[in-house]
């Protein structure tokens, strides 16, 4: 059995989540997964904020993540958990420790403003009720709770907080939890991922390695393998995609690229809206860039 420590690193994609007819597309999602598994990607994330998991109910939730169970080959894979209602929170807890996972991802309890002691106790009652290593979900922007540098090192010394997405924005934090080394440290604002995994981050969870999911993996293997200079060149042709990724919010151009390469329909639930014609047409114009610098190896799984 893997340790906490070497299981979350590498390249994870948070998965999409696929609609057809404003259902769950179960075809489309397992589809997915096989494609990312043979890209050789490090693991999955099911029902983060990329899955439009708010926009999923209970049943939704677990019936996504069981489809991607069953396809993953034991390849590792995480749940998101977000919420504010503790006995909420832990009931889809208790239901998700009925599947094989590699950890939950939990972000701090959104509207709330519990402030740092609170957001402290809500991550403790968490990772002493999971059966799984709790992944802490750094993400201000999105919960409005902003956790200080000596909350999370506090949280760190919990034997069952094995992780952190970094979306924290503060790159003195970033620096003080990879010194500190009893979380790993992933990646969780895309254009950031090379130089955290430079100051010594295990990986990333990146929304843009839905596209050419190989390249992050090659550029995750040439900074382990000390070749900086080939890191950089990935990094850079990838660039431009990850910006465009995110010109519009998350995940509208992402569906619209996949649905280019006929791996899902372009659909998002309310809130959420497809992306521009013009944005996802510069989009477009990126990934065939990308695509003319490093061609797609053939037997790709890309439109398969």
Not at 42 to 67: F, H, I, N, P, R
Request: with cysteine; charged share 15%; net charge neutral.
């Amino acid at each position: 059995m893997q340790s906490h420590q070497s299981l979350f690193q590498g390249v994870w994609v948070p998965l999409v989540t696929p609609f057809s007819g404003g259902a769950v597309d179960g075809g489309a999602l397992r589809r997915l997964v096989r494609h990312y598994v043979a890209a050789g990607v490090d693991g999955l994330v099911v029902c983060g904020s990329t899955g439009e998991a708010a926009s999923l109910d209970d049943a939704e939730q677990l019936a996504v993540l069981d489809a991607v169970l069953a396809e993953a080959g034991g390849l590792p894979i995480v749940m998101g958990l977000a919420g504010n209602h503790q006995g909420h929170v832990l009931q889809r807890l208790s239901a998700f420790g009925t599947r094989p996972l590699a950890g939950i991802l939990a972000p701090a309890p959104y509207y709330v403003r519990a402030g740092q002691e609170g957001a402290c106790a809500w991550f403790r009652c968490l990772a002493d009720a999971s059966r799984f290593p709790l992944v802490l979900y750094d993400i201000p922007y999105r919960t409005g709770a902003t956790l200080d540098t000596a909350t999370l090192l506090a949280l760190a010394a919990h034997p069952n907080i094995a992780a952190i997405k970094d979306c924290g924005g503060s790159q003195e934090k970033t620096l003080a939890l990879i010194a500190d080394g009893r979380m790993n440290v992933l990646a969780g604002e895309d254009l950031q991922s090379l130089s955290v995994l430079c100051l010594g981050g295990t990986g990333m969870i990146a929304a843009a390695a839905h596209i050419r999911p190989e390249l992050f993996v090659a550029m995750h293997r040439a900074v382990l393998g000390e070749r900086l200079e080939e890191a950089r060149r990935l990094f850079h042709a990838l660039a431009p995609v990850i910006q465009l990724v995110f010109g519009e919010p998350n995940p509208g151009p992402l569906k619209a690229q996949l649905a280019r390469q006929g791996l899902l329909s372009n659909e998002l639930r309310l809130p959420m809206l497809p992306a521009s014609a013009a944005l996802a047409a510069r989009l477009d114009a990126a990934v065939a860039e990308l695509d003319r610098q490093f061609p797609v190896a053939m037997g790709s799984l890309r439109a398969a």
